[in-house]
Nanobody, 123 residues
Framework: VQLQASGGGLEQAGGSLRLSCAAS????????MGWFRQAPGKEREFVAA????????MYTDSVKGRFIISRDNAKNTVYLQMNSLKPEDTAVYFC?????????????????WGQGTLVTVSS
């Protein structure tokens, strides 16, 4: 499984960014997909996840109403639309994939990880 994240960059507070993660080496539509982030000096935390068909999503409380996770199974790609960005959203964002759902996502017990993409939000 290979996961290639992109779309990070520098944005002002209140702005938007869209992250993309292209997956290969897996049957994409059989995998739950998600995003985690790790801020400087902090542990990695769960951000969002999406089911196979895209009809079920979950978010950490701090991004609810601001971030939207989506997927395009035809393109083997998962997205994270980040709106109303805050300086505390600054982190390296990682794409993740797993065939299982549930609490493993909030615990970060995920089978496959991509490299990170840096998001920096200036105040």
């Amino acid at each position: 499984v290979q996961l290639q994240a992109s779309g990070g960059g520098l944005e002002q507070a209140g702005g938007s960014l869209r992250l993309s993660c292209a997956a290969s080496g897996l049957t994409f539509s059989n995998y739950y997909m998600g995003w985690f982030r790790q801020a400087p000096g902090k542990e990695r935390e769960f951000v969002a996840a999406i089911s196979w068909s895209g009809d079920i999503t979950m978010y950490t409380d701090s991004v609810k109403g601001r971030f939207i996770i989506s997927r395009d199974n035809a393109k083997n790609t998962v997205y994270l639309q980040m709106n109303s960005l805050k300086p505390e959203d600054t982190a390296v964002y990682f794409c993740a994939a797993d065939r299982l759902w549930g609490n493993r996502w909030s615990r970060g017990e995920i089978a496959s990880w991509g490299q990170g993409t840096l998001v920096t939000v200036s105040s």
